[in-house]
């Protein structure tokens, strides 16, 4: 990620401050061999968020790089179920003295997310400190190896997760992932405010609008605003970032995340090229 991308995110620091950080990958506790952190969120559930960080994880590793994803969706992890790994469990291994984990990996990303490690698809009724340590365990207790990119899956919204691993890892950036609709576009701009805000300060990398329109497979070429018009663009806009992508709504697209399928292995040319523009984006 070159300069040009500092002066489009709304971080509130110093062009030297910023310099500093950009040209090294973390600010506060660094992954032994991981180069980028880049958070991917959204404001509320729904809007597609953990679909759009496993494609993209995937389409970095389509253009060569070492990749991995990390679900810190504690209450609703669908990293496994995207990726068609739920039944999978990582193995442990001795690394030095200490106990690591080794992360599963699929369509060469690795992943590791608390879903693992449910049983009887039951929920997690832990309180916030428990759940975000949860987290921490999952990154710093997982033998990685040499990683260019670590997408980390955020919980929609700004909770005790999210703000524990702002403050404990450092992240590179963060993408924003929202629909046109106005309460997603309310929602999206609380998420940004919490990786702006003075004590965390993270970059906003840019806007990801998903479900932008509808697709029909009788008229391929004929958008149905289904969610509204350009809201990602709104949005981006006004926190003075950019628009990463604009994810269409088709039915293939549902069913292939169903079956644990890549988007990026579907047929639909508009879908492959968004994902393919936000990875080289992150290249650039």
């Keep these: ?16 401050d910023v310099l500093t950080y950009m040209g090294s990958p973390f600010r506060k506790n660094s992954l032994y061999g991981v180069k980028r952190i880049i958070a991917v969120a959204s404001g509320k559930g729904g809007v597609g968020k953990s679909t759009v960080a496993a494609n993209l994880a995937i389409a ?8 991995a994803i990390i679900d810190a969706d504690i209450y609703g992890p669908s990293i496994p179920q995207l ?34 490690f449910k049983t009887n698809n039951k929920g997690l009724y832990w309180r916030g400190s428990m759940a975000a340590n949860a987290i921490l365990q999952l990154v710093k207790n997982t033998k990685w190896g040499e990683i260019d990119y670590m997408i980390v899956d955020f919980p ?8 524990s691993c702002l ?24 998420a940004a405010s919490m990786f702006t805000h003075y004590e965390i300060e ?38 003075k970032t950019v628009l ?18 890549s988007v990026l ?13 936000i990875a080289n984006f992150l290249l650039s």
């Design 1 to 16: 990620m070159d300069n040009k991308h500092i002066g489009n995110s709304s971080i509130k620091e110093k062009p030297s």
């Design 60 to 67: 970095l590793v389509n253009s060569g790089k070492d990749v």
């Design 83 to 116: 990726f068609d790994i739920e039944n999978e469990l990582p193995k442990e291994t001795i690394d030095g003295a200490k106990k690591m984990m080794i992360p599963i990996e699929k369509y060469g990303v690795k992943i590791m997310s608390i879903g693992f």
């Design 156 to 163: 929609p919204g700004t909770g005790d997760i999210q703000l």
């Design 167 to 190: 403050q404990k890892i450092k992240f590179s950036g963060a993408i924003i992932v929202t629909t046109s609709q106005e309460i997603a576009l309310c929602e999206a701009r609380k």
């Design 202 to 239: 993270v970059p906003i990398l840019g806007i990801v609008e998903n479900m932008s329109w509808f697709i029909s497979e009788k008229h391929p070429d004929e958008k149905n605003y289904l969610f509204g018009k350009d809201g990602g663009r709104k949005i981006a806009s006004e926190l």
């Design 244 to 261: 990463l992508g604009q994810i269409p709504l088709v039915k293939e697209v549902g069913e292939a995340t169903e079956k644990g399928n």
């Design 265 to 277: 292995s579907q047929k639909n040319k508009i879908i492959i090229s968004e994902f393919n523009k």
